[in-house]
């Protein structure tokens, strides 16, 4: 049973996570999304650096980790990040948030083509069914008023870039006994970098300053990227993944209602069914089926140790801000 502090916890995750389209609707009033991106992940690399220095963590060490670091940073926020933006200079802040609600089927489905998770059972295999069904359902290419159109389809591949990264972190950073405020400070910096080479091309425009987008991307950059880390990794602390998964499901929810509250935005019936289809798809890929005991005799144990197993897929955090499959130790 869930405390009241960690309801509390798990409803401020995802009014972070969830707000973030938001914050960044806003933040691109002032700046282009390569320029936003750069401050925001300069701001979230900020923070979780002061972070580990304050709870004496060192930062990852090895040019090898140091690689799959900058990959993950890539992936996983320099990218999608970007992406993000260029998709909501047309796309409403509630729509970008049930998009990014697609990102664990794409997990789900890379898992599968790797041959990362084993077996597709019943469940699994109707969610991601009805997820993509729910995202062409929002899509509607079958009528001229559905929102197909290249900001749609950035966002929804910002949300298979976090699928992909999940998978990658899971295969080359999770289990390997580096705390995970190391991980994702080293993942922010690397991120940094990307975006900080990507200016040239899309960051020289003038900025057009005003408070409100300077604001909402400080909130973005210091909350929604940095400190958002240190409330999701104690929830998993006190109550398991499986809770702090939970956010996967209030975050469209939330970026629903702060576009319709906030920016007055208006969602077509057929998107809010299509968001309903997705999360039940969605809950569908997380069922674990029982296994039946069966009675036999148990083998001797061998004195030969076990493989390191990746880090569960069900239970990476779903958010545009996070790691997608960071060990849960700290």
């Not at 914050?23 to 009033?29: A, Q, S």
Request: glycine fraction near 12%.
């Amino acid at each position: 049973m869930t405390s009241p502090g960690s309801l509390l916890r798990l409803g401020t995750l995802a009014l972070l996570w969830g707000s973030s389209f938001l914050w960044i609707k806003l933040g691109l009033d002032a700046f282009s999304p390569v320029q936003l991106v750069l401050v925001r992940v300069a701001l979230g690399a900020v923070v979780l650096v002061a972070i580990c220095r304050a709870r004496r963590v060192a930062l990852p060490r090895g040019a090898r980790v140091w690689g799959h670091l900058a990959v993950a940073g890539l992936l996983a926020n320099a990218l999608p990040f970007v992406m993000f933006g260029f998709g909501e200079q047309t796309v409403d802040t509630g729509l970008a948030g049930v998009l990014n609600g697609t990102m664990p089927l794409w997990t789900l489905l890379i898992a599968l083509l790797v041959r990362q998770e084993r077996g597709l059972g019943w469940a699994k295999g109707a969610g991601l069914a009805l997820g993509f069904a729910g995202t062409l359902l929002i899509f509607a290419p079958w009528q001229s008023g559905g929102v197909l159109g290249w900001g749609s389809l950035a966002i929804l591949c910002a949300a298979l870039s976090y699928g992909l990264s999940a998978v990658y972190m899971a295969r080359y950073l999770a289990g390997r006994g580096i705390p995970p405020v190391a991980v994702a400070a080293g993942q922010m910096i690397c991120a940094t970098a990307w975006t900080a080479l990507a200016m040239p091309v899309g960051g020289l425009e003038a900025v057009r300053w005003n408070a409100v987008s300077l604001l909402a991307v400080a909130v973005l950059g210091v909350f929604g990227t940095g400190l958002a880390f240190i409330v999701y990794y104690r929830l998993i602390a006190d109550d398991g993944p499986t809770v702090a998964s939970t956010t996967a499901y209030l975050m469209p929810i939330v970026s629903v209602l702060l576009g319709a509250v906030v920016l007055h935005e208006e969602l077509h019936p057929r998107v809010l069914g299509g968001m309903a289809v997705i999360l039940v798809g969605v809950a569908l890929t997380r069922v674990t089926p029982r296994r039946t005991a069966r009675v036999e005799e148990t083998p001797a144990p061998s004195s030969a140790p076990a493989p390191s197993a990746p880090a569960p897929l069900n239970a990476a955090p779903l958010n545009p801000a996070q790691p997608a499959s960071a060990s849960a130790g700290d």
